[in-house]
């Protein structure tokens, strides 16, 4: 079990050695998003706006502008949640580089309620023109996430979770900005299950009991939301007929959306999306607590499991 | 920079009062009362102030006619472009967009936003100067009060900000809507430098750049008092002209009134 925000933190330390462009900038929140030892290795390029998301990001996006690639870190409940417009207009719009870290996403800020877990976030980037956004699923993948989004020229959101979480990655599987990678390949799959984000260590837990029960299934690590890779859940869809998507997320918007947009237009299947059912958070001493209570274990991605396998039968 | 004697500025001014008047009537829509106001600081900007290296973020986007126009008159644009404000298409787009148009630093309109980029921008651009005008209503916005205290606590003495105090906002005066009171009071407490000086007048800009150049002590702001559709007597001081077009006979009379 390990944080992905430690992983982010990390690379973040890697890339500051290896690229003097790089320059971090916090709303009052260097420890909890992890980027205290860079502001320490690097106070020249590490900028403390105060509890300030607006300005954390239009500063940035004029330093973007002089050729810096700012990484700026909040709560993903701040930034994107109250910078929207901003992102929108000064990092989008002008097309400048700033990366947007949106630290506790999902229920990992469990014990504050719903005003601190971002149930949004995917939705509200992945809606506006340029925005990359990538949510990776473990520290390995935080880790070489943040390494990628550095390097690709363009407005990116990084979602990362609190909590520690187990590590389902390997640190020699590849990661592209942009194509899904498979974590689990069942011998004769008949589903699809697509997963973003730490609860994708349930949907393969889900893909290893199901198997036992003879029921295969594929397991998709969607770690790009935007660019989709669509020519992987094609050809997915295709080879298995039927699709779970798995999120810490509103239904409303988020990847399965993303991923329904894409099937619905060429190559409809039966299909599900696990996530949460237009509602609020809560508080609760773990987020485990809350992924059972709006149902993002594996009792739930088997159920919706069952479904898609009796409409594909039908 | 060699510069213009005030009675040239002061005829390019007034060719920069009819463009804005002429593409805001063509187009149909767009902001005369700011883009009146603002003429002279963006004038004296870029045929007085702006060398090469130095940047110029308009925050206060929606008076981009003016912007436009001294771009054209400066050779950044042709001229014959202007007529195309705001249609399909062109590069000059209703409120101006840093990738349709070479020249523009910011994509603005959205009030609030300008000064912190020209801020973040400034702290890696320390061999130039990086100006930013704004309006006096979007100090009503906390996104630019965030910048205001960034500016000050990275002491970004290459910073100057201009703003535009024509004392009009869309549905009345600033100080009805939301009272500014004293722009300078407020700057000194922020711990910025501050000059106050007649927005419509060269000689007072020019001094207070110079000033700002010789002390490079804090961030600066330059509070420009101007008049809210200055030169076309309908318009001056009168909030109706935020956003309207004038109808063919108020052209007309506008046009007679800046020749």
């Known amino acids: 079990m390990k944080s992905m925000r430690d992983g982010f933190g990390e690379s973040l330390l890697e890339l500051g050695e290896n ?64 910078t929207w417009e901003q992102i929108k207009v000064t990092a989008a719009l002008n097309d400048v580089p700033v990366k947007i870290i949106g630290a506790h996403a999902g229920f990992g800020a469990s014990m504050y309620g719903a005003t601190h877990e971002s149930l949004e976030d995917i939705a509200l980037m992945r809606v506006i023109p340029n925005m990359v956004v990538v949510s990776p699923c473990d520290f390995i993948e935080a880790k070489k996430a943040t390494l990628a989004i550095a390097g690709n020229g363009k407005p990116t959101y990084l979602r990362l979770a609190r909590q520690d979480s187990p590590v389902v990655t390997k640190p020699e599987d590849k990661f592209e900005i942009g194509k899904a990678s498979v974590l689990y390949q069942a011998k004769n799959p008949q589903l699809t299950i697509i997963g973003t984000g730490p609860v994708l260590s349930e949907a393969l837990e889900t893909a290893r009991q199901m198997e036992e029960n003879g029921l295969g299934a594929v397991v998709v690590n969607l770690h790009t939301v935007k660019p989709i890779d669509e020519q992987a859940l094609i050809h997915f869809a ?77 | 920079m060699t510069r213009l004697s005030p009675s040239e500025l002061q005829k390019i001014s007034k060719e920069v009062r009819k463009d804005i008047i002429q593409m805001i009537y063509k187009a149909g829509s767009g902001h005369p009362g700011g883009s009146l106001s603002s003429v002279e600081i963006m004038v004296a900007l870029y045929f ?68 912190a980029q020209a801020a973040g921008y400034a702290v890696f651009a320390k061999d130039s100067y990086v100006y930013c005008e704004t309006s006096d209503a ?46 300078s009071e407020k700057y000194k407490a922020f711990d910025w430098d501050v000059a106050e000086i007649n927005g419509h007048s060269f000689d007072e800009i020019f001094m207070a750049v110079e000033a700002v150049k010789k002390s490079r002590a804090k961030p600066n702001v330059i509070i420009a008092n101007t008049t809210f559709g200055k030169d076309v007597s309908f318009m001056e001081d009168n909030p109706d002209w935020h956003a309207r077009t004038p109808t063919e006979e108020e052209y007309t009379k506008a046009m007679e009134e800046l020749k």
């Open chain 1, 19 to 82: 690229n003097p462009d790089i320059v971090v900038l916090t709303a009052d929140l260097a420890e909890s998003t992890r980027v205290k030892d860079f502001a320490e290795k690097f106070p020249d390029r590490f900028f403390q706006v105060g509890v300030a998301e607006q300005g954390l990001v239009t500063i940035a996006a004029g330093m973007a502008a002089a050729g810096k690639i700012p990484f700026i870190t909040s709560y993903a409940v701040f930034s994107p949640g109250r």
């Open chain 1, 238 to 314: 295709k080879v298995t007929g039927a699709v779970v998507t798995v999120e810490e997320h509103q239904i409303m918007g988020g990847m399965g959306s993303a991923v329904a947009e894409v099937l619905g237009k060429n190559f409809p299947v039966p299909m599900e999306i696990v996530g949460v059912k237009d509602s609020f958070g809560e508080s609760a001493k773990d987020y485990n607590d809350l992924w059972i209570k709006f149902g993002l274990k594996k009792e739930n991605i088997v159920q919706a499991a069952k479904r898609v396998i009796l409409r594909k039968n039908l």
């Open chain 2, 48 to 115: 007085g102030i702006l060398e090469e290296q130095d940047r110029f973020f308009l925050s206060n986007g929606h008076v981009c006619p003016a912007l436009y126009a001294v771009m054209a008159q400066k050779g950044m644009i042709p001229k014959e472009k202007l007529s195309t404000y705001t249609e399909m298409g062109s590069p000059l787009q209703g409120h101006p967009e840093r990738t349709k148009l070479k020249g523009i630093e910011n994509t603005s309109g959205p009030l609030g936003l300008g000064l």
């Open chain 2, 138 to 183: 979007e100090h009503n916005e906390g996104n630019h009060w965030e910048a205001v205290m960034f500016a000050a606590k990275y002491k970004i003495n290459n910073l100057i900000q201009i703003v535009d105090r024509n004392r009009i906002q869309i549905e009345g005066t600033t100080e009805e809507i939301m009272p500014i009171g004293s722009l």
